[in-house]
Each structure stands twice: as structure tokens, then as C-alpha cells.
């Protein structure tokens, strides 16, 4: 697909920016396409279809704007293997998770349709006689998605199915790391019969076309993931107008295990969790911490399993547990990050250096021991292959531990008893506890973060409800 891209505005492929971003693979710098560096004239254009198109969207029965959604999510699943090769190429996800993230897509539009049926509103009691309180649901107007490189392709549907269920219309605008995925999108569905307007798509950088989405007076909200700075900066542009904002921000998701675990589920869980996409997963385990009775034996196996991670070029092996980081910013962050905790007292049990590959990204997996809670790298989103590991000695002290964090977006307890485990959970102040697993997370539950970690959240009916106004009627009869 080495090629231009054209935005899809208001139902056309269409570019009038002069322009473009370069796309390349993280894994052997070769360059894959183009897409349009939006000037805000055709920014501009995107949002006003997007509101022209908004009122006849909503006034569509819902069941019908769900057979939309189900036409999009069979446009996926005809074109799966297109999707995951173009993911696989732009963000260096190997094989196996490139697919899935497209047959989970697929199956996320799905469920969100099915919502059409399930919307509902509510029937309050009246103070008064022959009243009755009526609580509508209505769509909220136009929303602006702002999406990350890391699940590049799900997040279109994490943002957009949701929306456009309720009634809103949306404008896209993908990373610029891994932007094609979405331009293939918007030609499978471009087919669909979908209302001009309704969805539309521009390329371009975060500080032009992110900073106009998110302070235009014409956009209702920001859908936004990303990272914590860039979320502040996106929350003060929606300020001026008062912008409603759905930030989901970055995370530092403590694993806790403690001496009763099944310590082999504990060790495969979190190495998958710390090797899958490379580290760069916003609800993986980043920092582990162990009982002291097993701590011995869990860095032992841990090392061992990380060591045995499969890595290199998913282009050139389909069989591999990891491919490199996004870009040389991410290799370097994970570099510093390894450096500084070693510097202030970590100790490298396995890894802990680039990869000797000859091209690409690539950083070994690694494990550190000897971590405090004061270290950057028990503070800071490493979001590489990195596995930092602090001993404790009570679940109170795990808990306070895991708590200390400017993130509150996922942990996870790994136990046998029964109590230990709902002790662990009262006491963990998070979005989300896994209990002996990992991610990932369901599309019935709610994903949002405490802290720093975001506001609002998305998937399930409470996600689904974010993308929405509340109207109160007061009916006397
Ligand atoms: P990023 O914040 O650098 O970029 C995300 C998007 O924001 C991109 O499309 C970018 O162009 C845009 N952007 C940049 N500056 C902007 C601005 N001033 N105004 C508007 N938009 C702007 O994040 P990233 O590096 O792409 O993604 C990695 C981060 O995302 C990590 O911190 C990770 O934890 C987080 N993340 C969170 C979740 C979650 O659900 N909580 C999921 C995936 C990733």
C-alpha cells in the first residue's frame, strides 16, 4: 500500500492538503505509504459534515444505525488478512495479535450493535400527582476520536461503534505512527451505504489536527487515548469551549503475588502481559510485586520465561511472541528507563540492552530485581519489555505499594485464598483488578482509570452511556 492516502470527508476520498506524513516499519524502516497532513481548512470540513450529517443520524431508529455497524464489522472480517498484514507492517505487532485485534474489532462493532435494541432511559417517581419524570438518552452531537499507535486499529471501533450506536457522528484522526489500518477502513466501509457525514477520517499530527478537534466549538466531545501529557494538553484545549472529555490515559499496573499463588500461572501470566505487543500495552504488568516466601523462585522462572521470549521482525517470522517498539523515541525511553533504575541501585537479571538485531527496534526482554518504589522505572510508563520486580513482606504493605502511583488504571493479584484475594481488591485503588490473570480486558466490562489515568471510560453499557446527554422531562397529566 505504498501510496497516497486520501482523507474520507462527508461520504468522499478527498485531499486538498498539500502535505503528507510518512508511514514506515518499525522493524525494517522501510517506508509502507502516505496520508494527508490535514490543513485545518479540510479539518474544518470533516467536523461541519460530521454535524450536517448528525441530526438525520440520530433521528434513524437505532436498530438501523446497528445495521450499519454490522456491515462495517462484515467489511472487516472479509478483509482480516489486508488489516493484520498493514497493522502487522505499521506498529511491528506480530502475527497472532495482529489478528486477533482484527477479528476482536470486528466482534467489538458486533456487540456494540446490539445495543441498538438496549438503550434505554429511565422512569423516575413524581413528588407530585399525575407526574411522571422521564429520563431520555440522546446522542450528544459530534464527537472527535484521537487515537494511540498502540491498538491502532481497535481503538477506531473502541471510539466510533459506541458513538455512532447513540446517534453521534464522528471524525478520526489516527496516530501518525499507524495511520494506514484506518485509511483501509474507510475504504472497505466506504461501500456500506453509510449516510455521508457520519464517519469521517483525516491523517495529520497531534499538535494541528488533535489541538483543532479538541478546541473546536463544533465538536461535543473528545474522545481521546493516549498519554497523560498529551490528555492535559487536549483537556485545557476542550476548556475553552467546554468540551466534554473521555481521556484514556496511560497506566503502571502493579502485579502482586503473593506466596500461596499458583506460582506457574503467576509467572506465565505476567511474562505474556510484559511481552505482548512489546511492553506497550496501557494495562500490562509494569512492575511486579512478590511475597517475600516465593520471591526467589518467582525471579528465578520469571527470567527464565522472559529470556525464552521469541522476538525479531514479524514480517520475516510469523511465529514470534514480540516485534520491536513503535519507533527510536520508544527504544530510547525504554533505554533511559533501564539505565536511571540501574544507576539508583538495580540489578539486570536478564536483558537489560537493544537487541543485537541488524535492523529494527528491538529491546531484550529484561528483568530487574533489587527495585524501590522511589525508582522511575516503579513510577514511570516504561511501556517496553521491561520487568521490574520489588520484594514485600505483607499485603497491606503490596497494597500501599501499588496504591503509591500517579496511574490507577489496572493491577492484578495473584492468590489462592479466597480472602487475600477480595482483601486485595477493597484495597487497590484502581479501574480494574485482574485476580490471578492479566489482561485483557472484556468489551461488556468498563475500562477507565483512576488518577492519571484518565476520565471516563469506554466499552460495556456504562462506556457506552458516556455518548450521551441526559434529557429530564416532567410530564403533568
Ligand atoms: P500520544 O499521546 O503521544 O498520542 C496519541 C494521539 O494524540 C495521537 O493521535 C497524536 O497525534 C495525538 N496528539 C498528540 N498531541 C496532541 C495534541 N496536542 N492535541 C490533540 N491530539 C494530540 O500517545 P501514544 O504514544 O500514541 O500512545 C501511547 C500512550 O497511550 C501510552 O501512554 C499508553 O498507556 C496510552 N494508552 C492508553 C490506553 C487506555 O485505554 N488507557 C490504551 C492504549 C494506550
Not at 456491515?71 to 498493514?86: F, G, K, N, S, V
Not at 482483601?423 to 461488556?444: H, P, S
Request: glycine letters at 8%; charged letters at 20%.
Amino acid at each position: 500500500m505504498n501510496q497516497e492516502q486520501k482523507n474520507f470527508i462527508d461520504g468522499v476520498f478527498t485531499s486538498t492538503s498539500t502535505s503528507n506524513l510518512e508511514v514506515t516499519n518499525p522493524s525494517n524502516q522501510e517506508i509502507l505509504g502516505y496520508v494527508p497532513e490535514t490543513d485545518s481548512e479540510e479539518v474544518e470540513a470533516a467536523i461541519d459534515a460530521a454535524r450536517r450529517a448528525q441530526p438525520a443520524w440520530a433521528a434513524l431508529p437505532a436498530v438501523e444505525r446497528a445495521g450499519y455497524l454490522r456491515r462495517m464489522a462484515e467489511a472487516i472480517r472479509r478483509h482480516r488478512e489486508e488489516l493484520a498484514d498493514t497493522i502487522l507492517k505499521e506498529q511491528g505487532k506480530v502475527q497472532a495479535l495482529a489478528m486477533t485485534e482484527v477479528d476482536f474489532t470486528a466482534d467489538y462493532i458486533d456487540y456494540m450493535a446490539e445495543w441498538g435494541r438496549r438503550i434505554e432511559g429511565e422512569i423516575i417517581e413524581s413528588d407530585r400527582p399525575n407526574e411522571n419524570i422521564l429520563l431520555f438518552r440522546k446522542p450528544l452531537g459530534v464527537v472527535a476520536g484521537i487515537l494511540p499507535w498502540n491498538f491502532p486499529f481497535f481503538l477506531i471501533a473502541r471510539k466510533m461503534a459506541p458513538a455512532l450506536i447513540t446517534g453521534n457522528t464522528i471524525v478520526i484522526k489516527p496516530s501518525e505512527e499507524t495511520p494506514l489500518n484506518a485509511f483501509l477502513f474507510a475504504k472497505y466501509i466506504s461501500d456500506i451505504g453509510l449516510p455521508p457525514g457520519v464517519f469521517n477520517l483525516v491523517g495529520g499530527r497531534g499538535a494541528s489536527v488533535g489541538a483543532q478537534l479538541s478546541s473546536s466549538p463544533k465538536v461535543d466531545m473528545v474522545s481521546f487515548t493516549g498519554s497523560v501529557l498529551t490528555g492535559t494538553r487536549i483537556m485545557s484545549a476542550a476548556s475553552a469551549n467546554l468540551t466534554k472529555v473521555n481521556l484514556e490515559l496511560g497506566g503502571k499496573a502493579p502485579a502482586i503475588v503473593m506466596d500461596d499463588a499458583d506460582l506457574e500461572l503467576a509467572v506465565s501470566a505476567i511474562r505474556d502481559s510484559r511481552v505482548i505487543n512489546t511492553g506497550q500495552v496501557c494495562n500490562c504488568a509494569e512492575r511486579v510485586y512478590v511475597q517475600r516466601g516465593v520471591a526467589a523462585e518467582f525471579i528465578d522462572k520469571v527470567s527464565k520465561s522472559m529470556a525464552a521470549t521469541r522476538f525479531g521482525d514479524p514480517g520475516q517470522t510469523r511465529d514470534l511472541d514480540m516485534g520491536p517498539l513503535v519507533n527510536m523515541r520508544g527504544l530510547e525511553n525504554v533505554e533511559d528507563a533501564v539505565a536511571g533504575a540501574v544507576a539508583a541501585g538495580a540489578e539486570v537479571v536478564v536483558g537489560g540492552s537493544r537487541a543485537d538485531l541488524d535492523a529494527g527496534f528491538h529491546y531484550l526482554p529484561t528483568v530487574l530485581t533489587n527495585c524501590s518504589t522511589d525508582m522511575n522505572i516503579m513510577q514511570k510508563e516504561t511501556f517496553g519489555p521491561v520487568l521490574p520486580i520489588q520484594i514485600f513482606d505483607s499485603l497491606d504493605e503490596a497494597i500501599a505499594l501499588s496504591n503509591n502511583s500517579d496511574y490507577g488504571l489496572t493491577s492484578s493479584v495473584y492468590t489462592q485464598d479466597l480472602s487475600t484475594a477480595m482483601r486485595a481488591c477493597k484495597g487497590l485503588q484502581f479501574g480494574e483488578t485482574y485476580v490471578n490473570r492479566e489482561n485483557f480486558e472484556a468489551m461488556q466490562g468498563f475500562h477507565a482509570g483512576c488518577r492519571k489515568s484518565g476520565i471516563g471510560g469506554a466499552d460495556g453499557k456504562h462506556g457506552l452511556y458516556e455518548n450521551t446527554a441526559t434529557q429530564v422531562v416532567y410530564l403533568q397529566y
